[in-house]
């Protein structure tokens, strides 16, 4: 056979091919799992297809015990399964951005808590209340980017360590996600700092200096 490659790290060209009968004598068995057609023009597959069911419902004594695929519905199947799976993936993520997130809120209002007086004395020297709001919510965004990089840099090192360790599954990390996860990154250190930040931002400074 000439080369074919690999597909899906499956070596195409380390197959033998043997006759059926050949092949029912070695494995003791009559049966068949699949059966492979090749079309000569793509026009003529629904027409094949049509054929394949009639010869082989009168072969299996008029019982239609099998399924007949074209590539394009297996391709279509494949395509559904990959899609579902890339749903089930973006919920984990979507999950995990919002526990993170809370985290990061539960982070900040305990750091506007400890500074309530630091907030005081910024403000008792002219701070305005968007000041106080920049700071906090640049704090949150910050740690958020920080979760973000280390996320990052786990994704390239699992992408590019994992084909040493799974040869078939072939990885790539693509630059177009990388500067997706930035931007979720600080989209949630922006959405969950907001409320802390705003909290801190209206403190009156007399009571803030009160604090301790």
Not at 14 to 19: A, G, K, Q, S
Not at 41 to 61: C, P, Q
Not at 173 to 193: E, K, P
């Amino acid at each position: 056979m000439q080369p074919k490659g690999v597909a899906l790290g499956f070596d195409i060209d380390d197959v033998v091919f043997i006759p059926t009968t050949t092949a029912r004598e070695l494995f003791d068995t009559d049966r068949l799992f699949s059966i492979t057609v090749k079309v000569r023009s793509a026009n003529l597959i629904d027409e094949v297809k049509k054929e394949i069911k009639e010869i082989l419902i009168r072969r299996h004594a008029g019982k239609e015990d099998f399924t007949v695929l074209s590539q394009d519905e297996m391709l279509a199947v494949m395509g559904k399964i990959l899609n579902i799976m890339t749903a089930v993936l973006a919920g984990i993520a979507a999950i995990s951005l919002v526990v993170g997130g809370i985290g990061i809120m539960n982070i900040m209002l305990v750091s506007v808590r400890e500074r309530t007086r630091e907030i005081g004395i910024r403000k008792a020297l002219g701070a305005k209340n968007r000041d106080i709001l920049l700071q906090f919510l640049s704090e949150s965004v910050a740690l958020s980017l920080i979760g973000g990089i280390g996320g990052v840099l786990l994704a390239g090192a699992l992408s590019l360590g994992l084909p040493y360790f799974v040869d078939f599954l072939p990885t790539h990390l693509a630059w177009w996600s990388v500067i997706l996860a930035f931007f979720f990154s600080a989209a949630v250190g922006v959405f969950f700092g907001v409320y802390p930040a705003r909290k801190a931002s209206l403190y009156d400074p007399i009571i803030a200096l009160r604090y301790e």
